[in-house]
């Protein structure tokens, strides 16, 4: 007998036609269900199936169903051979539905997941409490409706394990409305995982400002402690928002709640406090966790450095990583380049990306090539960065002809640039800051005419410009500002103190730099729009709202401009205070009348 060599089955089991009524029935069922749960491939699967279809052992239910089970969702499984069992069930019940479904779902196969959840409904089989779940996993936006609409119908819709996960299924579809529709009306039957789901839902779909207000409620109406999800979805958008203060109370949360060291949200953690402006705090996380630190922490560090223009500090902490052992892999290196990129470390940069290659066998890929690319622009050897561009393996992306525009704008190439922008509007992006760039490179240059070509360009492929805007957290609250913004209910004080600031900057020498407005408007107007821009609202706002001598943190989501560079520098000096922008991907440190860039970003 094959399966018996294969398994050996306790004697009793191949009794051929069982009585149902027997006693044994029970126990008899308990040794056929370890017998399948015990395969551990499909060829042992299949003898078994065979012998068992051969003993008339078919037809028992509890049989069947865990054969389509193990067969559908074991590692080893198939879900053709699954549905081959399945076929041949008579009557199959819900957990034979359930099984296949969830098959599809792990498969990824959301659409005949979706089928079989279909043929389900149609044969008359209920769904039950178990369905819903998995089901909801494998919806797209269009079916969402169809089955919330059956869950009501059947009863389930006070089912809180499938309320949780319908919030969970609408976010996925980016249908947050309805995901907090559904969480609302689930009053006092909300658990840890409502919130979670709700916070997902959010944080899925990049709302962040939202998923802290539901952290802050969840914080007032419940005692219950948040789960780690929701701590890590809570840092994520800390990260985003720049909003240290939330990101402290997550740290807190963290400490008190998830018991035992975590690498994952501890790197979290140090990823936050650098993305909210405080590299320091996070350093200083990064050197408390110890020998606990993995590839991804000094990922997270050595890049936090590096967009700090600490380029010294990041090679040290790679060189750090090396004598621990770790084994560096591309995302490090990208982050080392950076280093060298934004702290003008040239010959370093170049020995690096050699290293990469011959010492750690890393194959440089785009991201890579743009890194080198950014170094040799800025530190001006354009030409090199262009000839690099032309000998890479693969085609050179967007953002490559974008760092080589803005190395151009830098360094006041016209020629280079205009090479630069024409390769890179053949890509077809439609990014009005690229177009603004090359008219910028022109207004340099004073070639007003060709400003307003690029202008008119724009113009005609209607692509709209991203409005600049600059946002604060004061109070644990994130307060937003667009250029020319009048819509704060502050917004009296905030000119008003924006006028006080620009009269003592006169004595300090200030003029506004227009060369940064593109229009071909009348000097005083290009004065106007320069004073309120959006980060000199933020300033003025934190300057009414916080202490005296506290640190100001500004995030935005545009590059700054040269104006507002420059200005910030002067308050920092005037006003005392340290000011931090994080310009989309680097951060500025203003302190005593300089910034941390060099002027260089
Ligand atoms: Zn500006
Ligand atoms: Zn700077």
């Known amino acids: 007998m094959v399966v018996a060599s294969i398994i050996t089955p306790p004697h009793h089991f191949f009794i051929p036609n069982d009585n149902p009524l027997d006693p044994d029935f029970t126990h008899r069922d308990q040794e056929c269900i370890s017998l399948i749960k015990g395969c551990r491939n499909i060829d042992e699967f299949r003898q078994l199936h065979g012998h068992i279809l051969k003993l008339g052992y078919f037809s028992n239910p509890r049989c069947v169903g865990s054969l389509v089970a193990e067969c559908a969702l074991s590692a080893w499984g198939s879900m053709e051979y699954a549905q081959s069992i399945f076929r041949q069930i008579d009557d199959p019940g819900s957990f034979e539905f359930n099984a296949m479904i969830r098959g599809y779902v792990k498969d990824m196969n959301s659409k005949r997941a979706l089928a079989t959840y279909l043929d389900m409904v149609k044969t008359g089989v209920a769904p039950d409490n178990y369905t819903y779940p998995v089901v909801l996993k494998a919806c797209a936006s269009g079916e969402g409706n169809t089955i919330h609409g059956q869950i009501v119908k059947l009863g389930f819709s006070e089912d809180v394990f499938v309320e949780n996960s319908l919030i969970a299924a609408y976010g996925r579809c980016g249908r947050v409305g309805d995901s907090c529709a559904v969480f609302d009306r689930m009053d006092l039957r909300k658990t840890v995982a ?17 998923c802290l207000d539901l952290f802050r409620q969840m914080s007032f109406e419940t005692s219950s402690r948040a789960e780690e999800s929701i701590v890590v979805n809570v840092l994520s958008a800390c990260s985003h928002l720049g909003a240290v203060e939330w990101g402290r109370i997550a740290h807190a949360y963290v400490l008190r709640n ?49 967009s700090y223009g600490g380029g010294v500090e990041a090679l040290e902490t790679f ?26 470390l040239v010959d370093e940069g170049l020995r690096y990306f050699d290293r990469m290659r011959i010492e750690h066998g890393i194959e440089p890929t785009i991201q890579h090539y743009g ?71 022109y207004a340099q240059a004073e070639r007003w005419m060709d400003v307003s070509k690029t202008r008119v360009k724009m113009a005609s492929m209607r692509i709209g410009q991203v409005p600049g805007s600059s946002w604060v957290e004061v109070n644990k609250k994130v307060q937003r500002f667009v250029s020319n913004d009048m819509s704060h209910p502050q917004r009296h004080e905030i000119y008003e103190t924006l006028h006080q600031m620009e009269w003592q900057l006169r004595f300090e020498g200030y003029r506004p730099d227009t060369s940064q407005v593109l229009l071909l408007v009348e000097e005083d107007e290009k004065k106007q729009r320069l004073r309120s821009h959006s980060q000199k609202l933020a300033i003025a706002f934190s300057l009414i709202n916080t202490l005296q001598g506290s640190p100001i943190r500004i995030a935005r989501n545009v590059r700054m401009c040269s104006d507002c560079h420059k200005y910030t520098k002067l308050i920092s000096v005037i006003y005392e205070r340290e000011i931090v922008v994080r310009d989309r991907n680097i951060f500025h440190h203003f302190r005593d009348g300089s910034c941390s860039c060099k002027d260089y970003w």
Not at 271 to 294: Q, S, V
Not at 319 to 344: F, Q
Not at 416 to 435: P, Q
């Open 194 to 210: 409502s919130w979670s789901a709700v916070i997902a839902a959010h944080a899925g779909n990049g709302m962040w400002t939202e």
């Open 258 to 306: 998830l018991l035992g060291h975590n690498a994952a949200v501890e790197t979290l953690l140090i990823y936050m406090y650098i993305r909210c402006g405080r590299l320091e705090k996070g350093m200083r996380l990064f050197r408390e966790m110890g020998r606990r630190r993995n590839v991804e922490t000094y990922s997270v560090a050595i890049s936090g450095q590096a």
């Open 319 to 344: 060189d750090e990583m090396l004598r621990s052992g770790l084994e560096p892999d591309d995302v490090v290196y990208v982050g080392v380049l950076n280093g060298c990129s934004r702290a003008g």
């Open 371 to 441: 890194c080198m690319v950014d170094l040799l622009g800025r530190a001006g050897r354009i030409r090199e960065a262009f000839d690099l561009v032309e000998t890479m393996p693969m085609k050179p992306n967007n953002v490559i002809w974008r760092s080589l525009l803005s190395s151009c704008k830098l360094h006041r190439e016209v020629a280079l640039g205009e090479v630069a922008a024409r390769n890179l509007f053949r890509l077809n992006t439609k990014n009005a800051s690229d177009y603004l760039m090359l008219a910028s490179i």
